[in-house]
């Protein structure tokens, strides 16, 4: 400016420019470090992934919430083979830190699916909060490895009734089962037989939960109109 090459505005500009540079880099410097964390978590997460291309009669499990910590933590201690994949990558994270093995995937992709070795799984778990997002995951499932058995954790009997339609090999209503636990750890409480409470689950469980089946009112049973009296 003094030797005149560049005029007042052009001046304020360039003040402006470097301003807003000086303010910004901090803020960028940090975000490009947390891109760079997340996408290394990402790629750590896809690891076990990668592994399950050589493996066979595993349980691939979609998502990795409570339930299915619970289900990977049996499998481990029957030392059944298995692989976890989630796309929230604190729970890829969270679960990876505990040794389980966890990868980072959307299991309504067919690639994802192909990865994880679904067509060679002797099962798929689909577990977790939000029914659309459950049926997605299965229709996904039914329709690129359609002899594939796909287990899946539902809400209540209306919800089960649903993932049947959809070809699931079994729907188990958490409602139920909740309930079917308290009860019997009371009735074990107050002095019953072990192989009676046995056979009373099992009881209850057969055919699907018929006997349970009109006792849910959002089922379709609980819909139909019962007689007056």
Do not use: C, W
């Not at 994949?85 to 729970?91: G, I, M, Q, Y």
């Amino acid at each position: 400016m003094a030797t005149g090459i560049i005029q007042d505005t052009g001046f304020s500009f360039t003040i402006l420019i470097i301003s807003l540079t000086m303010v910004a880099t901090p803020l960028l410097v940090k975000l490009g470090d947390r891109l760079a964390r997340l996408s290394e978590g990402r790629e750590d997460a896809e690891a076990p992934s990668l592994a399950a291309a050589e493996v066979d009669k595993h349980v691939v499990i979609a998502g990795y919430g409570r339930v299915r910590r619970t289900i990977a933590l049996m499998l481990e201690r029957q030392s059944i083979p298995y692989l976890a994949l989630d796309t929230d990558p604190k729970a890829v994270a969270a679960g990876k830190a505990a040794g389980h093995a966890v990868g980072f995937g959307d299991m309504t992709d067919p690639g994802v699916q192909a990865v994880a070795g679904v067509g060679r799984a002797a099962a798929v778990v689909v577990s977790f909060a939000g029914r659309h997002g459950v049926e997605r995951v299965v229709t996904a499932l039914r329709n690129f490895h359609p002899d594939v058995p796909v287990h899946v954790r539902v809400h209540d009997l209306a919800e089960r009734d649903v993932m049947r339609e959809l070809g699931v090999a079994q729907a188990v209503p958490e409602t139920l089962e909740a309930s079917l636990g308290l009860g019997l750890a009371v009735m074990e409480s107050i002095g019953a037989a072990t192989d009676d409470l046995d056979t009373l689950a099992r009881s209850l469980r057969e055919d699907e939960y018929a006997a349970l089946y009109g006792t849910n009112e959002h089922s379709a049973a609980g819909r139909r109109r019962r007689p007056q009296g």
